[in-house]
Nanobody, 121 residues
Framework: QVQLVESGGGLVQAGGSLRLSCEASGRWFSISAMGWYRQGPGKQRELVASITNGGRSNYADSVKGRFTISRDNAKNTIDLQMNSLKAEDTAVYYC???????????????WGQGTQVTVSS
């Protein structure tokens, strides 16, 4: 059974930093990318950052230069280092894994339960 478990959320003042971690369990046939999404109050879920199996990263314009995604393939973990946090970064952050669970399957998304990040101004 695939599980993604996030940790590291919390309350921080504007300008501060937080580090989110996600540990993935359960082996898939192939993974295309892992990443972090967020959903703020009254907003749709949006991509924050992603990283491919080969290490190529992609960031939302709103977090470029402030957030850094990293991946440890051996440990099946991804981290999101968030610096210079702003009030608008307040959201529930979700870990995502995209790929093919088994040979012949379609590409699917797996999600964690989410972790709350609150930035006070």
């Amino acid at each position: 059974q695939v599980q993604l478990v996030e940790s590291g959320g919390g309350l921080v003042q504007a300008g501060g930093s937080l580090r989110l971690s996600c540990e993935a369990s359960g082996r898939w046939f192939s993974i295309s990318a892992m990443g972090w999404y967020r959903q703020g109050p009254g907003k749709q879920r949006e991509l924050v950052a992603s990283i491919t199996n080969g290490g190529r990263s992609n960031y939302a314009d709103s977090v470029k230069g402030r957030f850094t995604i990293s991946r440890d393939n051996a440990k099946n973990t991804i981290d999101l280092q968030m610096n210079s946090l702003k009030a608008e970064d307040t959201a529930v952050y979700y870990c995502n894994r995209r790929g093919w669970p088994y040979l012949g399957s379609i590409e699917v998304d797996s999600w964690g339960q989410g972790t709350q990040v609150t930035v006070s101004s």
